[in-house]
């Protein structure tokens, strides 16, 4: 136990070191110049930061609802907020360029989950069918608008929207880091102060001989992951895998008890999304970091999906 | 109930043969001289038989319906594609005829026989779009297809002089080809005449979406920056690949050009002069990007590649007044004042525009 815990506290150490000090800039730890001192400050540190903030937001978002729904195939982006997050950035491409992608990005996302929230609920009642299934809907809806906005664009904003679509950490400014990296903390703390409520919903509606009013609670923990998620891919882009996968791996290192898997969560996330970036950074031009962890994502998955057929271990 | 049958299997077939019957159709070519066929070698050296001048062409590319504009030919055109209708250098006459494609595609075959064309004329980029594809329906169609290239330079007045032997314009086009080389001649004298100890090396940045796509050296802009006189910095290629912008992240960018003397930041469709005007602003106060020369000193400067009407730097007749804007920018002290030939060329050849 004690070995996994120090794993815990040294993978996303290391991962943060990597992350501050590789790069194509020459940065030799032992003998920094000034100039290699700019650059961990003004592009490095920011672009770590956000790292982290992707890291948690998505693992966190993914783990919750993987409990709350009591299903493994879960993430945050089935209920609408990849489509809500991407159609918000073609509007602001279409036709706000002036307003700026992430603001749009970031109401749209909210958007689509209040949608899907407001759809599935029904008698003041939202069952984990309705709410996947009403995600499904808004889904679709905000696809269908996304592919008619990209008939009206030129060809090079359409090609950029696709390239920022699929996710990037390389325009992570201090900026960008102050709107994001303390909103996520904060929710990950009141999910830290909230574990035990989160154990109890994963016994799913028999939480209600606990005395726990399910039903509010289950809309609480959708809207505080879909926030978090919304924090980070708004400015990023749609990162993918990483929501669906860090909370399994973590859930296999200590079980699924929220006191130990949420900093187990944290801590991987964290790993994974800072160690997909600094790869990124080692390859030539820009590729988007969704593209490395849905390539590390899609036969880790594969793999789950054979484990378990989809069901709740 | 049987009248009802009845009533709907009629209404049923009278919908079938309407809709065999309605058809777009806006028709507006015009002949200009005696239909005679000839036969002319297109860009990428394709043999194409098309019976001139053309009278009822579609044009997928916004650039050549530029200069079928120029050429004062727009009524011998009858399909153009969805962008032409952002592009602020074309007239509305051009805008208004019918749409049939987007993005060098074909996406409504259907309205194009309609409007019954008797030439294609497309760009001849395989990365983006299916050519095999179109040049196969359009000869089942029997409708011939140029092909254009957008690569180069000297590319622009052979565009300009074919298509002006297509459309029957062949003395406007001459004198577009050779007001054209003119520029670029004069421009070449301009850089003779700078020394090698003031040769700068020059990137090019078009930010877009929070985004750094760098110019490629292949790119038509790269070719005018070495045209004026500069050391154009990036030549990428990835496993014999060569791609016209490539995305790059600050740190690359810094670690890889800290030497460049100038920083020409364009606009984009996407982003507008103001958002590129902070960018700059941003870059000149950030400690990072004044690792590079050009930002330490403040060499930075914005051109424009958009859609609107200053916008002189797409690849177009418009490229002769952007390689002043260029050589402007890169050598201030070398080369005149780029307006006053922006003004000649627009009441010359836009006269729409000035």
């Given amino acids: 136990m004690m070995r996994k815990q120090l794993a815990l506290i040294a993978l996303p150490t290391i991962a943060i070191l990597l992350g501050i000090f590789v790069g194509s800039y020459p940065t030799d730890p032992l003998h920094l110049t000034p100039g290699a001192i700019i650059i961990i400050k003004d592009i490095r540190l920011p672009r770590t930061l956000m790292g982290i903030s992707a890291g948690i937001a998505l693992s966190l978002g993914g783990m919750t609802l993987q409990a709350v729904f009591r299903n493994p195939l879960v993430g945050a982006y089935i209920l609408g907020v990849s489509s809500g997050v991407a159609f918000g950035a073609a509007i602001a491409v279409a036709f706000l360029p002036f307003a700026g992608v992430a603001p749009l990005a970031l109401l749209f996302g909210l958007l689509a989950v209040f949608l899907a929230y407001w759809m599935a609920r029904i008698n003041g009642r939202v069952s984990t069918v309705s709410l996947i299934l009403a995600g499904i809907i808004v889904t679709a809806l905000f696809s269908a608008l996304l592919s008619l906005l990209e008939l009206l664009l030129p060809s090079e904003s359409l090609s950029a929207l696709v390239i920022w679509l699929m996710g990037s950490l390389s325009g992570a400014t201090w900026e960008r880091v102050t709107y994001s990296l303390p909103g996520v903390i904060t929710l990950a703390l009141v999910f830290f102060l909230l574990r035990w409520d989160l154990n109890a919903m994963s016994l799913g509606d028999e939480a209600e001989l606990l005395g726990l009013n399910v039903h509010l609670w289950r809309g609480i923990f959708v809207f505080i992951s879909a926030l978090m998620t919304t924090l980070v891919v708004s400015f990023t882009g749609i990162i993918g895998w990483v929501g669906l996968m860090v909370p399994h791996i973590a859930r296999m290192l200590v079980g699924p008890e929220h006191s130990k898997l949420i900093p187990a969560t944290i801590s991987i996330g964290i790993t994974v999304m800072v160690l997909a970036d600094v790869v990124v950074r080692l390859l030539p031009g820009d590729i988007p970091v969704g593209i490395i962890t849905t390539i590390i994502g899609v036969p880790f998955f594969g793999y789950l999906l054979r484990r378990t057929g989809g069901g709740w271990e | ?354």
């Fill in chain 2, 1 to 354: 109930m049987r009248l009802k049958g009845f009533l709907l299997v009629g209404i049923l077939l009278v919908s079938v043969f309407a809709a065999g019957c309605i058809g777009t159709s806006s028709a507006s070519g015009k002949a200009t001289s005696t239909p005679k066929e000839v036969t002319v070698k297109d860009l990428v050296g394709r043999s194409v038989t098309v019976e001139v001048p053309v009278q009822r062409a579609v044009i997928l590319s916004t650039s050549a319906l530029e200069i079928i504009q120029l050429l004062n030919a727009t009524n011998q055109v009858v399909g153009i594609p969805a962008e032409a209708k952002a592009d602020a250098f074309l007239s509305s006459s051009l805008k208004n005829k019918t749409v049939v494609g987007r993005m060098l595609r074909v996406t409504n075959w259907e309205k194009v026989l309609a409007i019954k064309p008797d030439l294609i004329i497309d760009l001849y980029l395989k990365k983006f779009y299916n050519v095999n594809e179109l040049l196969n329906k359009s000869a089942s169609y029997g409708i011939p297809v140029v092909m254009l290239r957008e690569d180069k330079l000297e590319e622009i007045p052979k565009t300009v002089e074919l298509l002006g032997k297509l459309f029957g314009k062949e003395k406007k086009a001459d004198e577009f080809a050779k007001y054209f080389n003119e520029q670029v001649s004069e421009v070449k004298a301009i850089a003779a005449k700078i020394p090698s100890k003031d040769r700068k090396k020059v990137i090019m940045i078009q930010p877009i979406m929070g985004k750094y796509y760098l110019v490629n050296g292949n790119d038509v802009l790269a070719q005018a920056v070495r045209l004026v006189g500069a050391d154009y910095m990036v030549n990428l290629t990835f496993n014999g690949y060569t791609p016209v912008r490539v995305p790059m992240d600050e740190e690359k960018i810094i670690a890889s050009y800290k030497d460049a003397d100038v920083l020409i930041l364009i606009t984009s469709a996407v982003t507008p002069y103001n958002q590129v005007k902070e960018l700059k602003e941003t870059m000149l106060s950030n400690q990072a990007w004044k690792e590079i020369k050009a930002v330490r000193e403040g060499h930075i400067v914005i051109l424009r590649a958009d859609m609107g009407k200053d916008s002189y730097l797409r690849w177009s007749p418009r490229l002769a007044v952007g390689i002043w804007q260029i050589g402007k920018a890169i050598y201030p002290s070398y080369y005149p004042n780029w307006e006053n030939k922006a003004k000649q060329f627009l009441k010359e050849f836009y006269p729409f525009l000035s």
